[in-house]
Nanobody
Framework: QVQLVESGGGLVQAGGSLRLSCAAS????????MGWFRQAPGKEREFVAA????????YYVDSVKGRFTISRDNTKNTVYLQMNSLKPEDTAVYYCAARDEVIRRSIFLASARYTGENEYDYWGQGTQVTVSS
C-alpha cells in the first residue's frame, strides 16, 4: 500500500522560507513522477510543481517560478519543495502526489509536465503552510 506523508509546514512571515518533505512508502519510488499541489481556503486545489522520475526534469506553475524548487532523493524515497520568498498568497494546504510511470506506460517520456489531479495516482494528507504579512 502506497503512503505519502508530508511534513515541514508551519507559520512563517512573508519573505521567509520553508522546506516541505514528502516521504513515500513506495518500493519502486524511482519509477514515479512526483508533484506538489496546494489548496487555499475557498479555492480549488492547484498544481505547484512536479519532478520526473529521475529528477532530471522539473516543471512549475508561473506564480512560484524563481521562488520554489522541487527536488527528490531516490535513495531516501523523499521529494522536497523548497519555498523561498514566501508571500501571504502562498498560504494553503500543500499536498504531495505520486504518479506511477510504469503503470501509465509513460516512463520513457521522462516528463515532469503533469499538472492535473487526474494525472496522479496517490496523494498525501497535506501539510498546512501559513504566511503572515
Amino acid at each position: 500500500q502506497v503512503q505519502l506523508v508530508e511534513s515541514g509546514g508551519g507559520l512563517v512571515q512573508a519573505g521567509g522560507s520553508l522546506r516541505l518533505s514528502c516521504a513515500a512508502s513506495i518500493r519502486t519510488f524511482s519509477s514515479y513522477a512526483m508533484g506538489w499541489f496546494r489548496q487555499a481556503p475557498g479555492k480549488e486545489r492547484e498544481f505547484v510543481a512536479a519532478i520526473n522520475w529521475s529528477g532530471g526534469s522539473t516543471y512549475y506553475v508561473d506564480s512560484v517560478k524563481g521562488r520554489f524548487t522541487i527536488s527528490r532523493d531516490n535513495t531516501k524515497n523523499t521529494v522536497y519543495l523548497q519555498m523561498n520568498s514566501l508571500k501571504p498568497e502562498d498560504t494553503a494546504v500543500y499536498y504531495c502526489a505520486a504518479r506511477d510511470e510504469v503503470i501509465r506506460r509513460s516512463i520513457f517520456l521522462a516528463s515532469a509536465r503533469y499538472t492535473g489531479e487526474n494525472e496522479y495516482d496517490y496523494w498525501g494528507q497535506g501539510t498546512q503552510v501559513t504566511v503572515s504579512s
